[in-house]
Every structure is written in structure tokens, then in C-alpha cells.
């Protein structure tokens, strides 16, 4: 297997082995979806992602965790961004080409900004289901989008946020609502 430069990142935090681990991996060709699926399994992160360069500044990115290629993931898309930048000098902003669409990342000092896709979240729901999982006791407003399925959940202060602890096996719920596939 040909080398390839990766990065080991913990997002949301200036303390190691704390916030959201992500792995990044800069890619000179694009390889089958199993090899991907074979490295983010065998790293065991929640997500790794894949980005390969295709024009100046722009780059085609990639998201797989252990079980499957996933169609957004904030974090590791921050982690891409800092990495990008930090490691290898490419300016800002930096366009990231996703199966969720462009994606334009502004990196200013340490801080990224990312602009994600605007999903109308017009329904407002009683489905409570995420929120034991999520570690949710107060909350605001639960609403919903249908295509693609999306679950918002306005907490009442940033401090509820910081606290949240999910637990993993959230992942079968989200399974069982056909929010994820695999």
C-alpha cells in the first residue's frame, strides 16, 4: 500500500486525548470504498475522513466511520480545514466537494468557520426518543427535517451543549428512525 500522510486531531478542545477525536488522511488518488472503510475500521474513530486535492484551495472530502461511509460530519471537516492549513499553508477559504455539497471552510489564527448546508427543519416534532441519549433533560424546541432525516434539538444555553455526553448506543436508535444506514 502506497504511504499516505494522516493526522490525529482532537477537535473542540486545547487539552490532549479530550473533545472529539478525527482522523485526517490526505490522499494523492482516490482508492476503493472498502480500503477506506478497512482504515477508518481498523482506527476505530468515530470518523475519519479522506480529502484529496482537485483544484487550488479545493479539495474532494470524504467521511467514513468504522461501519460505513457517512454524508456529513462537522468535526472531522474542521479537523481537515486546521490540518490544510496548519500543515501545509493552503489559504483561506478552502472548498471542500461532499456528497453534502460544497462545503466553504475560512481559517482565521485556530478558529475554522464552516458554512454548512441549510436543511429546512420546518416540522416541529414530539418524538422525544434522542433526547435520554443525547443526555437531554431541558430543552427548547424538538424539529425535524424529512429529506434528508435531521433531528434538531434547541438546548436552552451553550452550557447544556458543552455538557452533553451521548450515549454510543444511539447509534441503533438512529438505525431503528432510518436516519443512518449502516
Known sequence: MTDIPFYWLDIFTSEPFKGNPAAVFLMKTDLEDKTYLNIA????????????????????????????????????????????????G????????????????????????????????????????????LGVKNYVELRCSDTPLIFMVEL?????????NPDPSIRNLLKEMNAISS
Not at 482506527?43 to 484551495?57: D, P, R, V
Not at 436552552?156 to 452533553?164: A, I, P, W
Request: proline letters at 7%; aromatic letters at 10%; hydrophobic letters at 35%.
Open 41 to 88: 475500521n481498523e482506527l476505530g474513530l468515530t470518523e475519519t475522513a479522506f480529502t484529496e486535492k482537485i483544484g487550488e484551495s479545493e479539495y474532494r472530502l470524504r467521511w467514513f466511520t468504522p461501519r460505513g461511509e457517512v454524508p456529513m460530519c462537522g468535526y472531522a471537516t474542521i479537523a481537515t480545514a486546521y490540518t490544510l492549513a496548519k500543515e501545509y
Open 156 to 164: 436552552e444555553n451553550h452550557e447544556q451543549v458543552s455538557k452533553l
Open 90 to 133: 493552503v489559504g483561506s477559504p478552502i472548498s471542500f466537494h461532499t456528497m453534502s455539497g460544497v462545503l466553504p471552510a475560512e481559517i482565521n489564527e485556530d478558529q475554522v468557520t464552516i458554512n454548512f448546508p441549510l436543511y429546512p427543519l420546518i416540522k416541529k416534532t414530539e418524538d422525544e426518543r434522542l433526547l435520554e441519549p
